[in-house]
């Protein structure tokens, strides 16, 4: 890490002479030699324009009413009339607080989890013990969320294997989904059963970066195992965590519809109603593009304001930000 | 770095608007220049094409060599082990009945079916004939977007079987509801010919247990509670049901006098003619109660909101459940699976609570009138004379001969008549190595629904003697879909008000009405929850649907 780190200064400070000749014949010069590379970038530049520019066009549905016959263009403009909709509906204070809710204790446990689990990993001495704890925390990434859901469900009836749990403890038998003070927990932690193993993937990476010869020298100084994860360890994927949760505040907003629907029932709407899920049951009367269109955009205004924040304060506290 | 935060920003937004996608197919097309829907259907025929005179009934198959398309959802559909349409028996024997070719295209299999035919009308290239469940609202935009024709002045000549159909006065409400407020015709709709062929879902009880417990078959709501109470204490079983929507309490309005489910916003007219929602009905308040009680009690499964069909399944066959509120398919099921346990269990249909013997039951989960709610409609990109063979090619399947080439076959292959003349399958069908379903999907039309009349028969024909007895149970003494509104035609700011009004109702309902259910509130809340509905906006919603639907009912 040091010395890419040190690689990328002695760039930066050839770079910068070199933008003083301008940076057009910079770029020149740079084409010139590296051909092949930009030539192998633009089969990505157009799927990227295909894909994310080409259609961003597409967001002036939210101010139109948008009918599938007469086009994007053509369809006549309602100007910011979806918009009042939705923060005139007397649910929308609800669902806000409900989107923020779940992610926002999704990202306080779900979180750190992975970390925990990648800090583990990396004690374990046995090779063959972590690669089976590897494999095995993976596994659930793989099931589809119909699947797990279907799993909760079965496990949250009133006969199923949770309240056989709670009846062998003496509690009585209840369908807990549709308990609404047990929705967060059970969505928090099917969530973290499901993406543990996968997103610890990338702290390993991490953690295998960080140079072995620090531990040496801090055993010589006689750190013990604790005060090597918090003294080493720690700092040394600090940059990759830090970036990881900056993307996460940035999507705090959206938390998928698919789970949610899947695991609501009416009785706990009041804390499990979402942004996406009621934009879902809306659009069920009938091919409300606009209006989804409108909400999701806001969505997304929202959710850059929270990613830059976010972004500004951990470069304020001297983390690296995304850019 | 930066392009890390572009990449960022732009799967943000794509992820938090899901939509664009589809509105960005939407800019592709050009649009039609011409409006050839409402202008050049103003004189149809003139041109050399009236040589049959109205009514007039021409001769199948059709001398012509025309081809075309139909976009049929995934209905009308092949059977698994059939690849082509010309291997299907029923799609090729058509083209030698009709003489036309139909190039059937169907939505892919597994995708959303709604969002195919969302992304049709965006396509530029459209097919001559769209099957699909199109309301009157939306045939309304299809037309002024000139996308379909306006099939008015065509349907008389060229689809006289039909139009003969639809203007018999014993099918005046389906006519009605087939055309726009204005009397424009859009379609050829789809039709089941009666209740039987509509009744889908209804209780199925324990019979062995009534007979040990020494109970008549529940009549009213008493009656019912009664036998709950009887298989709680001596079976530990209650009465059980899926699906978040709790259809079961459908049937249990009925039993009040009350029309409607308990937690869904659905429309009803009353007797008077006005339109209402269950919820504010005095029923509403009764039935909760009941509800409640059966709930607090153990009468109803606790399960019941989240239960899959195979968990229903599941505690019948773990004789956990005495009643079982479900679809016909389903209690077939039970029924096999309560056989192959061989645990003496013995279902039998049992019907709606009344008010009272004799009374009519008023809930089994059919439609207004006996239109589907499908309608066939032909796509402007079908020139004039193409849109002649069309409709002379969907007016087959109304003439007493196709009619029963769509819902049979041919006789004597798919079929045979016994001795009372009810078409009977033949071993072709019954036989199918994939089974009866699919065999069926070989010889006829009608599996799902069609452009034509499913005939009672055919479900006759279908139903297993279980199915066949469970059914006519259901049916017995019932108002049917007597108090339904009618889907009604609003104009596009209506539409837009009663939208908006109506999501936040409808999620206050299934909310508050379930917390009644299972006594997280009183149901002495029954006023104050009226009260909020109205503040939410309800009376402006009713009067809205009020106003269309006496529009309506002076066409």
């Known amino acids: 890490m040091n010395d890419k780190n040190k690689r990328r200064q002695a ?58 016959a007469l086009g994007v263009w053509d369809s006549p403009w309602v100007g910011f009339q979806y918009f009042e909709q939705f923060f005139r509906d007397p649910y929308c204070w609800r669902l806000f607080r409900n989107t923020l809710s779940i992610s926002g204790l999704s990202l306080l446990f779900g979180f750190p989890a992975p970390i925990l689990l990648a800090l583990l990993l990396n004690e374990v001495r046995s090779r063959k013990f972590k690669k089976v704890v590897q494999t095995v925390s993976y596994m659930p990434h793989f099931i ?36 609404k003070d047990l929705f967060y927990p059970i969505y928090i932690i099917s969530d973290i059963w499901k993406g543990i193993g ?21 055993k010589i100084d006689g750190a013990n195992r604790l005060q090597q994860i918090f003294h080493i360890t720690l700092p040394g994927i600090l940059p990759t965590v830090s970036m990881l949760l900056i993307l996460r505040i940035g999507s705090l907003l959206s938390v998928g519809y698919e789970k949610i629907i899947l695991l609501y029932q009416p009785t706990t709407y009041e804390v499990a109603d979402v942004i996406s899920s009621y934009v879902y049951r809306r659009g069920l009367m009938g091919g409300e593009f606009s209006y989804g269109t409108a909400v999701g955009l806001f969505n997304s205004i929202v959710s850059i304001i929270l990613l830059l924040t976010a972004n500004k304060v951990s470069k304020k506290m001297g983390q690296s930000g995304l850019f | 770095m930066k392009k890390q935060l572009l990449k960022t920003m732009f799967a943000l937004l794509l992820a938090g608007t899901m939509i664009m996608g589809l509105a960005a197919c939407g800019g592709d097309d050009t649009q039609d220049p011409e409006n050839p829907g409402t202008e ?13 005179a109205e009514g007039e009934t021409i001769s199948y198959p059709m001398d012509t060599d025309t081809e075309l398309s139909y976009w049929a959802r995934n209905y009308i559909d092949l059977a698994e082990d059939v690849d082509t349409w010309q291997d299907s028996p029923f799609h090729s024997g058509l ?30 290239e459209l097919p001559n004939m769209v099957f699909y469940e199109i309301s009157r609202n939306e045939a309304r935009t299809l037309l002024d977007d ?107 309005a009925s039993g009040t006098g009350a029309y409607g489910f308990a937690n869904t916003a659905d429309f009803r007219v009353d007797d008077d003619g006005n339109v209402v929602i269950p919820q504010i009905m005095p029923e509403y308040k009764e039935m909760m109660e009941i509800l409640a009680r059966w709930w607090e009690e153990g009468l109803i499964d ?48 049992v019907s709606f609570p009344r008010t009272a013997a004799g009374e009519p039951t008023s809930e089994i989960g059919v439609t207004a009138t006996r239109l589907t709610g499908y309608h066939t409609v032909i796509t402007t990109q079908t020139s004039e004379e193409d849109l002649i063979t069309a409709l002379r090619w969907l007016d087959y399947g109304w003439t007493e001969e196709g009619q029963m ?151």
């Open chain 1, 11 to 68: 760039v930066s400070v050839k770079a910068e002479g070199r933008r003083a000749q301008g940076r057009g014949s910079y770029l020149a010069r740079d084409f010139k030699r590296n051909k092949l590379k930009y030539l192998m970038v633009i089969p990505i530049l157009i799927l990227l324009f295909l894909f994310c520019y080409r259609p961003m066009y597409g967001i002036l549905i939210a101010f139109k009413r948008y009918r599938p």
């Open chain 1, 144 to 179: 589809s969320t119909v699947v797990v859901c279907g799993m909760i469900t079965t496990f949250c009836a009133s006969d199923g294997l949770f309240n056989n749990i709670i009846a062998a403890f003496g509690g009585t038998k209840s369908n807990l989904l549709l308990n």
């Open chain 1, 198 to 218: 996968w997103d610890s993937i990338i702290y390993l990476a991490a953690l295998s970066g960080i140079d072995q010869e620090q531990y040496e020298a801090a």
């Open chain 2, 40 to 52: 050049q259907g103003e004189e149809p025929g003139d041109d050399g094409t009236d040589d049959t």
């Open chain 2, 95 to 124: 083209v030698d009945k009709t003489g036309v070719t139909i190039d059937w295209r169907w939505a892919t299999a597994g995708s959303d079916v709604g969002q195919a035919y969302q992304l049709l009308w965006v396509d530029q």
């Open chain 2, 146 to 252: 000139g996308l379909i024709w306006d099939l008015t002045e065509y349907l008389p000549k060229y689809a006289p079987n039909y139009w003969a159909w639809l203007n018999d006065p014993a099918n005046e409400a389906e006519r009605r509801e087939a055309m726009l407020d204005d009397g424009t015709f859009y379609s050829v709709a789809s039709v089941k010919e009666g209740l039987y062929g509509q009744v889908y879902m209804g209780p199925i009880i324990r019979q062995d247990w009534l007979e040990e417990c020494n109970l008549e078959m529940p009549v009213t709501l008493e009656d019912w509670e009664n036998v709950l109470r009887a298989f709680k204490e001596n079976y530990n079983a209650n009465l059980s049901f899926f699906a978040a929507i709790m259809r079961a309490t459908g049937g249990i």
């Open chain 2, 302 to 349: 606790v399960d019941s909101l989240s239960n899959t069909q195979d968990a229903v399944r599941q505690k019948a066959l773990a004789e956990s459940a005495g009643i079982v509120f479900a679809e016909a398919g389903i209690c077939d099921q039970i029924i096999k699976d309560a056989e192959a346990e061989g645990n003496g269990a013995e279902w039998v249909g």
């Open chain 2, 405 to 555: 080439y769509w819902n049979f076959g041919d006789e004597g292959v798919s079929y045979t008549l016994d001795e009372e003349g009810k078409p009977q399958w033949t071993e072709l069908v019954t036989g199918d190595p994939l089974g009866a379903g699919q065999g069926r999907k070989k010889y006829c039309g009608v599996t799902a629904s069609a452009s034509v009349v499913q005939l009672t028969a055919y479900g006759e024909a279908c139903n297993s003697e279980v199915v066949d007895s469970m059914t006519k149970t259901w049916m017995d003494n019932t108002e049917g879909g007597a108090h339904r509104l009618p889907k009604l035609q609003l104009s596009e700011e209506d539409h837009d008000r009663y939208v908006e009004l109506w999501t936040p109702i409808t999620t206050y309902i299934s909310e508050e009405s379930l917390k009644m259910v299972t006594g997280e509130t009183p149901v002495s809340n029954v006023d104050a929850f009226v009260d909020e509905l109205y503040d939410l906006g309800l009376q402006e919603v009713l009067d809205i649907q009020q106003q269309y639907y006496d529009e309506y009912m002076l066409k």
